[in-house]
């Protein structure tokens, strides 16, 4: 069954592809991430996955462009974990639908289902609601119990591994600690 996997990185997908591949899907790694900041980390991230695409003979379609401007503007009106994350999971996943969509695909999923760092309900939620009004099949299979795998195998292929979910807002909950 043809499938287009939104892929946020290529250690996110090492393990998630070969899940997929074992089980007949045929995924095309589809890289629509306005969300991960600074640029040079979007870069980094996107080298990685066409790194693994190249590993596994995978198709790649990555969408044109950087909106970082049109997502920070959708997102800061509601910065608080959660509410943010929530609005980046339609965003990235409403763009997804609709390029699998248009290619004439059945089905898509994504790669953050693999995080246990993630929501997972409140992705399959939006998942399954765009598959109604885009008319496909939402793949919610739970890939966290390969999470750990992922990180081994991004590891041995030599990916770039990230330290947070790639978001400025994320970024800033990892690294700043407030000297009050």
Do not use: W
């Amino acid at each position: 069954m043809s499938l287009l996997l939104h892929s946020c990185c290529g250690p996110c997908a090492a393990y998630t592809t070969s899940y997929l591949l074992e089980r007949g899907y045929a995924p095309t790694l589809y890289f629509y991430n306005p969300n991960i900041h600074p640029y040079q980390e979007y870069q980094k991230r996107l080298e990685g996955l066409n790194q693994l695409a190249a590993i596994r003979n995978l198709p790649v379609i990555v969408e044109p462009g950087y909106p970082l401007e049109d997502f920070l503007g959708q997102i800061a009106p509601n910065p608080e974990f959660g509410k943010r994350c929530v609005l980046c999971y339609r965003i990235r996943l409403e763009k997804t639908a609709e390029k699998a969509k248009e290619l004439g695909m059945e089905a898509f999923s994504t790669t953050l289902l693999i995080s246990p760092y993630q929501n997972r309900e409140q992705i399959c939620a939006i998942g399954q609601e765009l598959a109604a009004k885009y008319r496909l099949r939402f793949i919610d299979e739970d890939y966290r119990p390969g999470f750990r795998q992922s990180q081994v195998m991004a590891k041995e292929y030599g990916l770039y591994r990230q330290g947070y979910c790639g978001c400025i807002y994320s970024e800033k909950d990892r690294y700043y600690k407030s000297k009050e």
